[in-house]
């Protein structure tokens, strides 16, 4: 059976998401460990990524209201705008105020798979937009998927201050700044060119002539789309926390585990990426045949398993090959988890549902940052592992509870 050609619109997007997860990759490796070379305690680099984390949760709900309204181009060019700007301010000096900034600003580090940080509901909403419902599973994760491998080759760069010997740590990471800062000039210039329909007004409620009531239809279906919406932040809570603990803080924990280099790091992370992105497509592939949300789950609870055996490889390389194949289980998933939160609503609502989809998430992975800085401090590398792995698997038994009835609606509609 042919497949639906994807809409030009997507495919640009796609491609910016590659662009952008590069720098993204880079970043991930580099910035714990850049901050570690400047003396900075894990509480430190814990607590400034907590920071930004709280700052993108509370954009983005306006984001995604205000994308409903306006349009959803202006916010990825603003995103971008903001990048540039953190990334030259950090070429500059090592400043800490500075490095803050552009860590908060930017999210630097955090790892977002090439997602435009408190900016992505706009960015979501206009994918789901010009995708057909059908073609979604197929579609996010195929986004998701170059993301990842956009991840993979900034995570190999990101080891490029080993290849420096500069006078100061600035000098090393330097060149990596510049990077991210010329791929972002590259996505504001493919935006800038993007042409985006004019946005429909925001369905308001019929009325009835006589009473000026809120008809039952639209009234049910409000209701409905809300508890779905409300039940996906429900279970993101868990799994957010669960991300917060070890997600921004990876490249660290190795570096305090098994005392690596920063390109030894960034090669196992490379690969993870990459193997993340390659199944990604498997996943996508997964939901057509026994169900978007059943795809996640048992992926998820995989990961969960080997994540709980992480904290006790004896050396690196076992380490590396089982965070490898942990992540491409886990978080190959992300595609079928954010095509299902933009199935929940209807258009003209879809930037605030993606807007509750993130925000359920980044509220409690921003604190996950700060809980595993001061545990490290105190040498207790093993415990956040072993609670991302605990919450993860009750995330997947709350995820299958809560949405399997989706995949048989799925299959029937």
Not at 145 to 174: E, K, N, Q
Not at 231 to 255: D, E, H, R
Not at 291 to 316: A, D, E, H, N, Q
């Amino acid at each position: 059976m042919s497949r639906t050609p994807i809409h030009p619109i997507a495919q640009r997007l796609i491609w910016i998401r590659g662009l952008r997860s590069i720098g993204q990759g880079a970043m991930v490796v580099d910035i714990t460990l850049y901050l570690r070379a400047l003396h900075w305690s894990g509480a430190s680099i814990g607590g400034v990524t907590t920071v930004a984390g709280l700052v993108g949760a509370a954009l983005i709900l306006a984001v995604g209201v205000l994308s409903d309204r306006i349009g959803r181009k202006p916010f990825l060019l603003i995103y971008e705008a903001l990048t540039i700007l953190a990334a030259v301010a950090a070429c500059l000096t090592s400043h800490a105020i500075i490095l803050i900034l552009a860590i908060v600003i930017a999210g630097f580090g955090r790892g977002q798979s090439g997602a435009a940080g408190p900016f992505s509901p706009a960015e979501q909403a206009w994918l789901a937009r010009v995708v057909g419902r059908s073609e979604r599973g197929r579609v996010f994760s195929l986004n998701n998927a170059v993301g990842f491998i956009g991840m993979a080759i900034g995570s190999l760069l990101g080891g490029m201050p080993d290849l420096f010997h500069g006078p100061t740590p600035l000098a090393d990471y330097r060149p990596v700044f510049v990077m991210v800062a010329v791929l972002s000039v590259a996505c504001a210039t493919v935006i800038t060119f993007m042409q985006e329909e004019r946005m429909a007004p925001v369905a308001q409620p019929q009325r009835t002539n006589a009473n000026q009531k809120v008809s039952d239809e639209d009234s049910q279906i409000l209701r409905r789309e809300n508890r779905s919406m409300m039940k996906l932040a429900a279970v993101n809570v868990i799994n957010g926390l669960a991300v917060g603990l070890t997600g921004p803080m990876m490249a660290y924990w190795f570096s305090l585990r098994y005392g690596v280099s920063t390109s030894a790091i960034g090669l196992t992370l490379s690969i993870g990426f990459l193997a993340t992105g390659l199944f990604s497509i498997v996943n996508g592939m997964m939901a057509t045949k026994i169900g978007m949300v059943k795809s996640v789950t048992w992926m998820r609870v995989i990961g969960s398993l080997m994540m709980l055996t992480l904290p006790w490889m004896p050396s690196f390389a076992l380490a590396s090959v089982l965070y490898i194949m942990r992540n491409a289980v886990n978080r190959g998933t992300q595609g079928n988890r954010t095509a299902l939160s933009a199935s929940l609503t209807r258009d003209s609502r879809r930037g605030f549902a993606t807007s509750v989809n993130a925000l359920s998430m980044r509220l409690p992975s921003a604190v996950g940052p700060t809980i595993s800085g001061y545990l490290f401090d105190m040498n207790e590398l093993a415990l956040p592992l072993i609670l991302t792995a605990v919450l993860q698997l009750a995330n997947a038994g709350l995820y299958q509870w809560v949405f399997g009835q989706y995949d048989k609606k799925e299959s029937t509609a």
